[in-house]
């Protein structure tokens, strides 16, 4: 009987730790910080299916079923007969926008409230785009970003490891997806690699928006834009339970202010159902995932062609 209720009390330990837990009061004064950046990976969208195959917890993907990406090669063959029957009759225009000196970079968020129609529409709206800026001779890229893992990764265990010093930073393990390079056009099967639900989970702007302006700056182009597709705030579970619930907020605003006063690249957003005017300057907010596409558009067309 001894044994048993000694059986019972440990398994009530590993709850009673998380009840004691004190919520961490977030210190805007301390410098952001990645307790290790020895588990992010950046990769190539098709290395996906070699990536997630090796991660430990495939299982939550049996949890949603998988979107049917066949739609998306059907837009793809439209655009494809629009602007087959659009060119020959196109006229030369002279004052026509010349893109040659423009890169745009989408940025697209995989958290996991984007699975489903969001993820899709956002998938459709940036077929759409490549389109349109192949249509106006500027270069693309299509990024996206999430983490390998939910509520930590192998970051997390090693920070546990180390007997969990106080206000570690970043607590999971970053994922870099390149969908599109500069030099390419977006494909409707590059396109479908979103809508893996084994892919998508938390969601750490600040960093993801860093990577994407970097390789903005490592270009020639005049005219840079960065335009993020988002739902929500960033969220990382790991990390804001050691380091306050504002973090990842405090940093992406912090990184979103820095890249407009360096204005060397226009940054625009998307927030279905988010407000993102709160973090950007060019900041739009749409009620559905419906309109991404023709926002998107508009948005693209604002950017690289301001008014006087």
């Known amino acids: 009987m001894a044994a048993l209720v000694a ?64 739609p998306l090669y059907d837009l793809e063959k439209d655009l494809a007969a629009q602007r087959a029957r ?31 129609q969001p993820m899709f529409f956002a998938a459709r709206a940036a077929l759409v785009a490549s389109d349109l800026l192949e249509s106006l001779g500027a270069k693309q890229e299509v990024l996206g970003f999430t983490t390998s893992r939910w509520k930590g990764g192998q970051s997390r265990e090693k920070w546990l490891n180390d007997r969990q010093p106080a206000y570690p930073g970043r607590l999971n393990d970053l994922l870099h997806i390149i969908y599109c390079s500069t ?21 750490i702007d600040g960093e993801a928006i860093e990577w994407a302006a970097s390789r903005l700056r490592q270009r020639e ?6 335009i993020v597709l988002s739902d929500g705030a960033p969220v990382d579970d790991s990390t804001l339970l050691e380091n306050g619930d504002r973090y990842l907020d405090h940093h992406l605003r912090h990184v979103v202010s820095e890249i407009q006063q360096a204005g060397d690249i226009r940054l625009a957003a998307i ?23 023709s926002t998107l558009v508009q948005l693209i067309n604002r950017l690289l062609r301001p008014s006087p």
């Open 7 to 70: 059986l019972m009390a440990l398994s009530f330990l590993p709850s009673l730790r998380r009840s004691l837990h004190k919520p961490i009061r977030f210190d805007p004064d301390r410098p952001y910080q990645v307790y290790t950046r020895d588990y992010d990976l950046e990769i190539e969208a098709n290395d996906l299916d070699a990536v997630l195959a090796s991660l430990p917890d495939r299982r939550w993907a049996q949890r949603f079923p998988v979107t049917d990406p066949g």
């Open 86 to 116: 659009i060119a020959p009759s196109q006229p030369q225009d002279s004052s026509a926008f010349d893109g040659a000196d423009a890169i745009v970079s989408l940025l697209i968020d995989h958290s996991g409230s984007m699975r489903g």
């Open 183 to 203: 030099g390419g056009k977006l494909s409707a099967q590059r396109c479908a690699d979103m809508l893996r639900p084994d892919l998508i989970k938390e969601n």
């Open 221 to 226: 182009e005049r005219q840079k834009c960065l």
């Open 271 to 293: 927030g279905i159902s988010h407000r993102v005017e709160q973090y950007y300057k060019h900041g739009i907010t749409i009620s559905s995932p419906e309109e991404l596409e």
